[in-house]
């Protein structure tokens, strides 16, 4: 399915500045990251997305393949980010079918409610293995672990490992030429996460919007932007950065607060359920 540049990429950005330039992108089926590919494409990229889900995945890929005429785009689905081996074939594709890897975007990533009471072991590891595990190379992280957030400890625990693999990476990289750096959305509409995490009665009255200081919530073309800022020339020089894009939410409150508020739903055994994966 085509789609008009207006909603996934800014018109700041000339076209063909990425021309002859491979993107790997893990979780490239989801909503944000797509749009983060489907951005780099439309101005002269290639790519390879991966993805759990194989028919959402190969869709998917079709559809990002429309950003631009002749535009390559792979869809590898049944990709498990947690087996190295999964991960060693989708590049050995990647590299054959399109010549080699310029940029790589670590998005893939797992989350649900709950209080550390209510995780199992597995549960836990699971978080950590799928958002933690994993040119330019840019992170998808999270604000979690700035403040700490009620019934987000196991995606707090596996987003500060991204930032802390993502610091590492610059420093042993950087020598190489390769930059290193994370991209940390807010609350993004219309996206996967959001229609998990998120609470529709308070969004359907603007009551959650509002708690943003921009009183509102993000866009995808927002975190794209934010991409094709730090993978272009405007970005070579930024190396072991957090680029946080959220409308300064992040300052406003560590707290979950939907129909019920903080501590009441810690409290009434709201969320007292075992998360199970």
Known sequence: ????????????????????????????????????????????????????????????????????????????????????????????????????????????????????????????????????LGGRILFISAAFHYTGMPLQTHAAAAKAGVDAIMAGTALEYGPYGITSNVITPGPIAGTEGMARLGDPKSEATGAAQRKNPLGRYGTVKEIADGTVYLFADTGSYVNGEVLVIDGGGWRSTGAFDGEKTYPDYLLDGTFTKKAKL
């Not at 540049?5 to 491979?22: A, P, Q």
């Not at 780099?40 to 194989?54: D, E, S, T, Y």
């Not at 975007?105 to 597995?122: D, E, K, R, T, Y």
């Open 1 to 132: 399915m085509a789609l008009p540049r207006s909603e996934y990429l800014s018109s700041t950005w000339r076209d063909g500045i990425f021309d002859n330039k491979v993107v790997f992108c893990t979780g490239g089926g989801g909503t944000i990251c797509s749009a983060q590919v489907r951005a780099l494409v439309h101005l002269g990229a290639n790519a390879c997305i991966l993805g759990r889900n194989v028919e959402k995945t190969e869709k998917m890929a079709q559809s990002i393949a429309t950003a631009r005429k002749g535009a390559k785009v792979i869809g590898i689905g049944g990709a498990d980010v947690r087996s190295i081996e999964s991960l060693e074939k989708a590049v050995e594709r990647c590299v054959r079918e399109l010549g080699g890897i310029d940029y790589v975007i670590a998005g893939a990533a797992g989350n649900f409610l709950s209080p550390i009471a209510g995780l199992s072991a597995n549960a836990f590891k699971t978080v950590m293995d799928i958002d933690t």
